[in-house]
């Protein structure tokens, strides 16, 4: 399987601050980013997604950035509050096979 | 969206039993997949499950140990064989394709403990 590299692995951040998670990934062509949020006992909800073919994509206060020279994308999350602490994954789909491959993941805490 | 139901939520288990695990969706979707997540680890691939053809599985993981049926194009199973403690995990469900498209949309995880 395709190797994703995430970090950090956990992260602490103030109420209003800014949590940022990066991602690399190997050399292969996908067709989207995503990035999953996972809250205790749930499963993984698609929280955004970014095309190749776009450096930035904005929804509220999440934005991916993507660095396709460098084959990383990252996830910030602006004006942090605590209901944003949850374990936050990306992931990448191999070429037409369509499973996702997922980061190690990335336990955020936002302290109140 | 698609909507992801899976039963059950969670169970207790003893060891050297089988547990079949039911993903049922809202519409039709070509990909099913089946997902391990160990706690507090990340999700792993177990097969891939496509209506009218036998899955596919992934290194590691092996059909006698998960049979995997997938009778229509909205419902899936997912039977965790001769269950021993290393067992104990998270599985989950998760489709593509058709109103879902070409983003994966988990259930909620079924939590197996086996004793």
């Known amino acids: 399987q395709q190797q994703v590299k995430q970090s950090p692995q956990s992260l602490i951040v103030q109420k209003g601050g800014i949590s940022i998670i990066n991602c690399a990934y190997e050399n292969t062509a996908f067709d989207y980013f995503p990035w999953y949020q996972q809250f205790p006992g749930k499963g993984p909800a698609l929280l955004i997604a970014i095309r190749p073919d776009v450096s930035e994509k904005k929804e509220g206060r999440f934005t991916i950035s993507f660095n396709k020279s460098a084959k990383q994308f990252s996830l910030h999350i602006m004006d942090s509050q605590p209901g944003d602490s949850a374990t936050y994954f990306c992931?990448?789909?191999?070429?037409?096979?369509?499973?996702?491959?997922f980061g190690s993941g990335t336990q955020l805490t936002v302290l109140p | 969206s698609a909507v992801i139901s899976q039963k059950p939520s969670r169970d207790i288990c003893q060891r050297g039993t089988s547990l079949t695990i039911q993903c049922q969706v809202d519409?039709?979707?070509?990909?099913m997949f089946w997902y391990r997540q160990q706690p507090g680890q990340s999700l792993t691939l177990i097969a891939t499950a496509n209506q009218g053809s036998e899955a596919t599985y992934e290194s590691g993981f092996v059909i006698d140990k998960f049979p995997i049926s997938r009778p229509n194009l909205t419902f899936s199973t997912l039977t965790v064989s001769n269950m021993s403690p290393e067992d104990s995990s998270i599985y989950l469900c998760?489709?593509?394709?058709?109103?879902?498209?070409?983003?994966?949309?988990f259930g909620a995880g079924t939590r197996l403990s086996v004793l």
């Open positions: 992931a990448t789909p191999p070429g037409s096979a369509r499973q996702l491959t």
């Open positions: 998760s489709v593509a394709g058709g109103l879902a498209k070409n983003i994966q949309y």
């Open positions: 519409s039709q979707v070509t990909m």
